[in-house]
């Protein structure tokens, strides 16, 4: 990862939104774009457990019933990644925060940085399209979450924890809402418009 200088206004954002939503596939593009890394707790989480570690071994129970993991395990590790060199000048967030509880954890790390969220972009997709997406990736990629029963699980816990944090950050006009479903490209677009509206500019076209 290649280390940059803090850019400033404009670099420090997260993605939220529905499993299957597309957060994975626009985060890695975004974070590429905007020149900051791309933290996925997911991500961190899998690779936690292909490599057996002990907090992969507590969060895999878990991630098989599509529940979230303790905010206490969540907490602890998004904590010590936004304390990271490569993080110093933004970063993007896909699936953190997800609870409330997260939340007024990652305001108090943004806080103790001198820092706060430049903007959250809120990814809607109807629930029988992210279904389906999910179904797709159960049966290329093989994720153990991915199965139906678990995928519908995983949508019940979103619209349970995690879609209270909309109106969260709707309130203090950051929010973004962008229409998930189309092309990838048509998607990055509508988010880098979306960003660009709120002057939110690439540092490449600062
Ligand atoms: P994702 O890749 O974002 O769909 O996350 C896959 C699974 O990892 C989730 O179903 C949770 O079990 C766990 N997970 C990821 N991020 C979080 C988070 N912020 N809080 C709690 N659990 C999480």
Redesign the pocket.
């Known amino acids: 990862m290649t280390l940059r200088e803090p850019q400033g206004k404009g670099s420090r954002f997260l993605l939220i939104g529905p499993?299957g939503a597309g957060?994975?596939t626009q985060a890695a593009r975004l974070a590429e774009f905007y020149g900051v890394p791309a933290i996925?707790?997911?991500?961190i989480?899998?690779s936690n457990v292909s490599n057996q570690t002990e907090l992969g071994m507590q969060?895999k129970a878990?991630?098989d019933a599509?529940?979230?993991?303790p905010?206490s395990l969540?907490n602890d590790l998004v904590r010590d990644r936004l304390s990271d060199m490569d993080a110093a000048g933004g970063f993007l967030l896909?699936?953190?925060?997800?609870?409330v509880d997260?939340v007024r954890e990652l305001d108090a790390i943004l806080l103790s940085h001198g820092h706060s969220l430049d903007a959250v972009i809120e990814l809607v997709a109807d629930p029988e399209v992210v279904i389906e997406r999910l179904r797709l990736r159960g049966a290329e990629q093989g994720r153990s979450?991915d199965t139906d029963s678990v995928v519908r699980h995983?949508l019940e816990v979103y619209r349970e924890q995690t879609e209270p944090l909309v109106q969260i950050y709707g309130s203090r006009g950051v929010l973004a809402k962008v229409d998930g479903i189309g092309t990838i490209d048509e998607v990055t677009d509508r988010i880098t418009s979306a960003l660009s509206e709120r002057g939110l500019a690439a540092p490449e076209s600062a």
């Open positions: 499993p957060k994975g996925s707790t997911g991500d989480f899998r969060a878990y991630m599509g529940d979230n993991v905010d969540t896909d699936g953190y925060p997800r609870t997260q979450d995983r």
